[in-house]
Structures are given as C-alpha cells and as structure tokens.
C-alpha cells in the first residue's frame, strides 16, 4: 500500500491545484491513499464545508487540520459534518469535531490521528497522552498521525513515542519541508515536516511584501495575505507499507510541479 500525505495546503492556488491534480498524481505514483493537511486551505485560513467536501471528492481519503482548525467561518460545521476531517485530538472535548477517523479500504483498515503540539503554540491538552489513550480504544491495521506543531524536537518526539505503534508519524504547520525523512528504530515511518502545498515564491504561503514589512517595520500592522500569483509546488511525502506484514519499507520526500 503505497500512502501520500501532502503538506498543508495554501488557500485557492493550493487548493485549485490538489483538485486539478491529484487524481492525474494518484495514478501516476500509484497511490492507495491520500492524506493531507488543509488548516490553511481558506483564504482566512481554517477550512469551510464546501472546501472540506471538494477536496475528498477530488481524491483525498482524509483530511487533517491544526491550530487555524477554527479560522474560518462555519469550520464548526465542517469538523462537525465531514466524517473524513479530523481536527486535534488534544483540543478540550468540549470542542467541535473529532481527533481521529477509522476507514476501511477493503484490504486494511487505516486510522488517521491528529496532534497538535504545545511548544511556542496555543494551549492544548498533552498531545502524548491524548495520543497513548486514543490508541486504546483504535484496532486499524495502518496508523497514521499528523503532529501539527511548530519545535521539531517536538515532533521528533512524538516520532520515537509512537515508533512500532503506528506506522506512519509525520509533521505538519511550518510549511518547510525537512529533509529527516526516515524509518525510526521500531519501524515507524517518519519525517518532521511534509512542508506545503502552495505558492512556491511566497513567505511560508503569504506575499513576501507583507512579510517583509513586518518584519522591518517594528510596530506596524500588517494584514497577512496569501500569495497568488506564481507556480505551486506540492511538497509531502510518499510511504510504502508492505500489505502482508503491515510494515513501513519506504519512505520518500516529494515535491511535484506543473500541471500533470
Ligand atoms: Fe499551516
Ligand atoms: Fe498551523
């Protein structure tokens, strides 16, 4: 089973640009399976009912999101109604939504799982111990887990706490992709960030402009827009998991571009 998770995807020009291509990608790589980060697929970043939906029908199994989950106006509604989103698992309970989604691919079950983390980020509940009594309750065969977070050590950690427990672990939310791509001791495939799925000259997805300016002009403010002129690159990374052993046997950083 060969599984592509895409890095978080950067309002219209990500999105347009996974909806035109990812059914031509899934074919040509041989994919089983797609998940991707879309915390900032809405232009005010979040996600909305309508992009959640277009994006499943256009070939992503699953969807994962992070700290912008609430962004965007009716992200309640679409957390709440699209059964293939998952939001954080360690936000309160009390919130909208679920952290984890178990679908059957007729061969294999896949659980997805996602994390937010607590370093240099807003407050949420441990992401290890929510993660340790979520796998009680899981039985998929293959499981999946976006730590959304910003300290790499904290992502590299949740790496070698889940290594022979899941078998995949990436990281999502710098929008950098890491070249730490990886099979963890115990088997787990991992790398720290998948990067993003955006505009390639950009500042993490937003105008370099407005960047720039804030961070020259001390004390001005600044309305971050995303970028939408230019090429998109779409950066993740490719994981091959043996379907009788149920064992991760590759692990490949991608970055595609260009129509397909
Ligand atoms: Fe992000
Ligand atoms: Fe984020």
């Not at 699209?82 to 691919?105: A, C, H, Q, T």
């Not at 791509?181 to 505009?199: A, N, R, V, Y």
């Not at 998109?232 to 991608?254: E, M, P, Q």
């Amino acid at each position: 089973m060969r599984i592509l998770a895409i890095g978080d995807i950067v309002g219209r020009s990500g999105r347009e640009y996974v909806e035109r291509n990812l059914n031509k990608i899934r074919r040509r790589f041989s994919i089983d399976f797609v998940v991707a980060n879309a915390e900032n697929a809405a232009e005010t970043n979040g996600i909305n009912p309508e992009i959640a939906g277009r994006l499943i029908d256009r070939g992503v199994d699953v969807i994962t999101m992070g700290n912008h989950t609430f962004s965007c106006k009716n992200g309640e509604i679409a957390v709440e109604e699209n059964k293939r989103l998952v939001r954080p698992l360690n936000f309160p309970p009390e919130m909208e939504g679920r952290g984890y989604v178990e679908i059957d691919v007729g061969y294999a079950t896949v659980a997805v799982i996602n994390l937010v983390g607590r370093v240099n980020m807003a407050p949420a509940d441990c992401p290890f111990h929510a993660v340790n009594a979520a796998l009680k309750k899981i039985d998929s065969d293959i499981i999946i887990v976006d730590m959304h977070a910003e300290a790499t050590s904290e992502r590299l950690a949740m790496g070698h706490f889940l290594d022979g427990r899941a078998q995949i672990v990436f990281g999502t939310h710098t929008h950098v992709q890491t070249a730490d791509e990886q099979i963890l001791p115990k088997g787990t495939g991992f790398i720290s960030d998948l990067g993003m799925t955006g505009i390639k000259n950009s500042i993490i997805g937003t105008k370099i402009d407005i960047v720039l300016d804030y961070f020259m002009k001390s004390g001005k403010r600044v309305k971050f827009m995303k970028e939408t002129e230019g090429e998109v690159r779409l950066s993740g990374c490719v994981f091959d998991i043996d379907n009788r052993t149920k064992k991760v046997t590759a692990v490949h950083r991608v970055n595609i571009e260009g129509e397909q």
